[in-house]
């Protein structure tokens, strides 16, 4: 019981520690874009809101994938002092930048290099489709490491079929 205890443990901290690494990338990702599209769209450089909800809804939809609902702003837009005029344009400031993030990391074809894929692939045999992303620009202007693709000929075993056989009872948990 304590080798899967401490098992367990370590597995648990790995995948917290790849998690937290994911988050840490995917801002990263966020403010590159970020920073493109300030050139492309000089009009919405100027609001930190925008900025802001630009950046989340970018980090949000390679993390979590389409999230094309409507998002819920954070609760710094919650405060009464976001009950005026310009209160509710920072909010539709963050939420317009928010679904401008999303749109952009969906259109930059990252999130397709973050899913696992399971099962028989739907790439073509060459690998990833023409212009998609083989490494990934991060915050000081260095190329991620692409990933590897899986050999296109790779081959699932085929499964086995169980006996019929019923399995034996637990061991007791009474000494004796």
Same mark, same amino acid.
């Given at each position: 019981?304590? *080798? ?15 998690? %937290?690494?994911? +988050?840490? $990338?995917?801002? =990263? =990702?966020?403010?590159?874009?970020? !920073? ?15 900025? !802001? ?6 980090? @949000? $939809? ?10 819920? &702003?954070?609760?710094?837009?919650? +405060? ?11 909010? %539709? ?8 993030? *999303?749109?952009?990391? +969906?259109?930059?074809? $990252?999130?397709? =290099?973050?899913?696992? /894929? %399971?099962? +028989?692939?739907?790439?073509? /045999?060459?690998?990833?489709? /023409? ?8 915050? @000081? ?9 899986? &050999? ?11 006996? @019929?056989?019923?399995?034996? /009872? ?7």
């Amino acid at each position: 019981m304590a *080798a899967q205890i401490t098992h367990n443990l370590a597995f648990e901290t790995c995948l917290f520690t790849d998690e %937290v690494k994911g +988050k840490v $990338y995917y801002c =990263l =990702l966020a403010n590159s874009a970020w !920073k493109t599209y300030q050139g492309e769209h000089p009009d919405c450089a100027g609001s930190a809101d925008f900025a !802001k909800g630009f950046k989340r809804g970018y980090a @949000d $939809y390679l993390e979590y994938g389409d999230c094309s609902c409507r998002p819920l &702003p954070p609760q710094r837009y919650w +405060k009464i002092r976001h009950e005026t005029p310009e209160g509710r344009a920072a909010t %539709v400031a963050w939420l317009d930048g928010f679904r401008a993030g *999303a749109a952009a990391a +969906k259109a930059s074809g $990252y999130r397709e =290099l973050i899913v696992v /894929p %399971v099962g +028989k692939s739907n790439l073509p /045999p060459g690998g990833l489709p /023409p212009g998609a992303p083989s490494a990934a620009a991060v915050g @000081d202007g260095t190329a991620a490491p692409a990933m590897p693709m899986p &050999p296109s000929t790779e081959q699932l075993p085929t499964p086995r079929s169980l006996s @019929d056989e019923p399995l034996p /009872p637990p061991p007791s948990s009474e000494g004796g």
